[in-house]
């Protein structure tokens, strides 16, 4: 019969790495991504984005769950020129 100490111990651990805990320190993420804040900075800073190497990069040290590119959608030329309006104000 096993002790029931190791059973608990195999138990434990394979909760553990369910929750992506325990393997090589890697844990689990969600990369969320302000798309024109990120490319106004990347700009500034002169220099451009690998998007796919970024996330390969994220993916390499840790369990990556989802990745998100958020970037607002303008329904009209209009409604562009009144948000930039009132920026100014």
């Given at each position: 019969m096993k002790d029931p100490v190791d059973a608990n111990r195999a138990i434990r651990n394979r909760h553990l790495l369910n929750l992506g805990v325990g393997r090589a320190g890697q844990g689990?993420?969600?990369l969320v991504i302000d798309g024109?804040?990120?490319s106004a900075a990347a700009r500034v800073l002169?220099?451009?984005i690998d998007y796919k190497r970024l996330l390969d990069e994220f993916q390499s040290n840790a369990i990556l769950l989802r990745a998100v590119y958020f970037a607002p959608v303008v329904e009209d030329r209009e409604a562009a020129i009144a948000s930039a309006l009132d920026r100014l104000a």
């Open positions: 689990r993420i969600a024109p804040n990120l002169g220099f451009e």
